[in-house]
């Protein structure tokens, strides 16, 4: 590899790599990887964390470089393709990830609350994005990518992006930022009580 894709850490190299052998390209942008393991990172004790949408697993490996050796965090990861969700499975994951294969939208009411979520699906960004917030507990950070509707050509896929984007910054419950970064990001994070 050249380029930027020289430091990316072990577990996101062979993830990497898994999605190109599959032709796969949808998988988290290395930017808005380091800025989730950066919020991985500040996962309190005992803290969990989901990402919606687990592709190949690059998100996931994101994850579990921000947490290092920490085995005190839950990480759940959800994807709706059987077979993606299977390639994904064949990486080397520590004991403290879950992958389940799943709609967002029907596992997620069943998954509790998370100190960090990362929705890059469709299932939970596009549609459920309520119940996406409603599982983040106060404190908590919400990571939504692909939020720079100029850079799509599918005029539906600009229309939603902006849907989201509206819900996010409006909702008094949330504090919220829009980033020029990566595929275009917001972060969110849920107002205490």
Same mark, same amino acid.
């Given at each position: 590899? *050249? ?35 950066v919020l991985a990172a500040a996962v309190p004790p ?13 998100? *996931?490996?994101?994850?579990? /470089? ?24 064949a990486g080397d994951w520590p004991t403290w990830v ?7 939208l029907d596992v997620l009411p069943r998954l509790g ?27 908590? /950070? ?16 600009? /229309? ?34």
């Amino acid at each position: 590899m *050249t380029g930027p894709d020289l430091d990316l850490p072990e577990q996101v190299r062979l993830a990497t790599e898994r999605a190109a052998a599959a032709g796969f390209t949808m998988s988290c942008d290395p930017n808005t990887g380091r800025l989730l393991a950066v919020l991985a990172a500040a996962v309190p004790p005992g803290g969990r964390a989901l990402e919606l949408g687990t592709g190949m697993g690059v998100g *996931t490996a994101w994850i579990t /470089h921000g947490l290092q050796e920490r085995n005190d965090v839950d990480v759940i990861t959800v994807e709706r393709d059987a077979v993606t969700a299977q390639q994904a499975a064949a990486g080397d994951w520590p004991t403290w990830v879950r992958l389940i294969n799943g709609d967002a939208l029907d596992v997620l009411p069943r998954l509790g609350t998370f100190n960090l979520i990362f929705a890059d699906a469709e299932g939970g960004k596009w549609e459920g994005l309520g119940t996406t917030i409603a599982a983040l507990r106060p404190g908590g /950070h919400l990571l939504v990518d692909d939020m720079a509707p100029e850079l799509f050509a599918d005029a539906n896929y600009a /229309h939603k992006t902006w849907q989201v984007r509206s819900r996010l910054l409006s909702r008094p419950d949330l504090i919220s930022v829009e980033m020029a970064w990566s595929s275009g990001l917001i972060l969110s994070t849920k107002r205490s009580a």
